[in-house]
C-alpha cells in the first residue's frame, strides 16, 4: 500500500483531545480521496485508480489498469513491453519516451517506478494504448474500449471485423523519377540522360502498380524540372504510404551493374555521403536554393527522430526490391 511509504502516524499526547485526532485522521485518508474513474464503453463503472500529482501532470498505475484493460506485460532489460489488442507498447521507466507500434511517443513527464508498478501520465494514456484506452472530454474518467465481464470485472475488446484479405497493403504510392528538365542527371550509354530513363522506368512502374489495385503518384510525368522542396510537397500533400525516388547512378567501372536502394537516413559510409551529395547538387539549378535549412546539430536530431519510425519497415522493404 502507497500509505506506508508516504505516511508515518504519530499517537497524539494524552492531552489531545479524541477531536483533534479524529482530525488527524480525516486528514491523512483525504489524501487518497482523490482517484480515477475507470469504466466500459457502456459506462459501467469497472474501478477506481489513484493519481499522484506531478506539477499539472496526474500519473497512474499501469499495475491496476492493466488490470481490468487485460494487458499482459513482460520486462526485458528494464523495458517493459505491454501487450493490447492490435498494440505493442515498449516503457522505460525514467524515459520521457515511449514506442508503440514502432512509433515514438513523447509523455508529458517520465515513466516513474513505484511499488513495482510503472506510473504513466493520465493525459497520455489514448496515446501509449490507442486500442484500448479512451479518456472523457473533461479528462476525468478513462474508458476502456470493451464491455466489461459481470463475473471478473475485466474488460474484453469489442470483436472486430476481420479484413477482407490478410497482408499489409499499401494504400498510395508516390513515385519520383529524379531529375528533369534542365537537370539531365548523368550520361549512360549512346548518350542517353539519366532524366529519360528514371522516367520511362516510373512510367512502366506506374502501370504495373495499378494494375495491382494499388493507387500511385508520379511527381513528374514528363520532362520538366522539379525542385528538391516541390517533389517533398507535392508527396506530403498526397500523403502516399511509400515514396521511392528514381535515379541511375554511373559508374567508371564496367564490371559494376545492378541495382541500389538507399532508405531515408543520415548516411553513415563515405559511399552514401558522395551520393548524397551529388544527387543534392541539384540545389545549385533552383532559384532560391538558400530556402533549404543547414544541417545543424538541432536540425540532424530532428531529422533523426522523424525518419527513424519507419526505418526498420524501409530497410525490409529495401532488401526485397534489391534481391
Known amino acids: 500500500m ?28 483525504g489524501a487518497f480521496a482523490a482517484n480515477i474513474l475507470v469504466t ?3 459506462g459501467t463503472p469497472v ?18 489498469l492493466g488490470k481490468f ?7 526485458e ?3 517493459y513491453l505491454i501487450d493490447s489488442p492490435d498494440c505493442v507498447t515498449k516503457l522505460e521507466p525514467r524515459n520521457s519516451f515511449g514506442e508503440v507500434n514502432g512509433a515514438f511517443v513523447q509523455m508529458a513527464v517520465p ?14 494514456l489514448p496515446d501509449l494504448f490507442p486500442t484500448t484506452v479512451e479518456l472523457s472530454e473533461s479528462g476525468e474518467v478513462i474508458r476502456l474500449l470493451g464491455i466489461a465481464d459481470s463475473t471478473g470485472g475485466v474488460v474484453k475488446p469489442l470483436a472486430q471485423a476481420k479484413p477482407e484479405e490478410s497482408g499489409w497493403r499499401f494504400g498510395k504510392v508516390i513515385l519520383d523519377p529524379g531529375h528533369g528538365g534542365k537537370d539531365p542527371g548523368c550520361k549512360g550509354l549512346l548518350d542517353m540522360d539519366e532524366k529519360d530513363v528514371v522516367l520511362d522506368i516510373a512510367r512502366r512502374a506506374e502501370m504495373t502498380l495499378k494494375s495491382k489495385g494499388i493507387p500511385v503518384i508520379v511527381t513528374r510525368k514528363e520532362d520538366r524540372f522539379l525542385t528538391l522542396g516541390e517533389r517533398t510537397r ?11 525516388s528514381i535515379h541511375c547512378n554511373n559508374y567508371t567501372d564496367p564490371g559494376i551493374g545492378g541495382a541500389e536502394c538507399y532508405i531515408l537516413k543520415p548516411a553513415k559510409s563515405d559511399r552514401a555521403i558522395n551520393v548524397a551529395a551529388r544527387e543534392n547538387q541539384v540545389v545549385e539549378l533552383e532559384r532560391d536554393a538558400e530556402q533549404y535549412e543547414a544541417m545543424t546539430e538541432e536540425n540532424y536530431i530532428l531529422l533523426s527522430m522523424a525518419t527513424s519510425q519507419y526505418l526498420h519497415d524501409s530497410e525490409i522493404l529495401g532488401r526485397n526490391c534489391a534481391r
Open 111 to 124: 515513466v516513474e517506478m513505484w511499488d513495482g508498478s510503472l506510473w504513466l501520465p493520465l493525459t497520455n
Open 77 to 79: 532489460r528494464d523495458k
Open 234 to 244: 507535392q508527396a506530403n500533400a498526397e500523403a502516399g504510404d511509400l515514396f521511392i
Open 2 to 29: 502507497l500509505l506506508k511509504n508516504h505516511f508515518r502516524f504519530v499517537c497524539p499526547k494524552p492531552a489531545t483531545s479524541w477531536l483533534t485526532m479524529c482530525a488527524w485522521l480525516l486528514l491523512a485518508t
Open 47 to 64: 474501478t477506481r485508480l489513484p493519481f499522484m500529482n506531478r506539477g499539472d501532470i496526474r500519473i497512474v498505475p499501469l499495475a491496476m
Open 40 to 42: 466500459d464503453l457502456a
Open 69 to 75: 484493460a487485460g494487458f499482459e506485460t513482460t520486462v
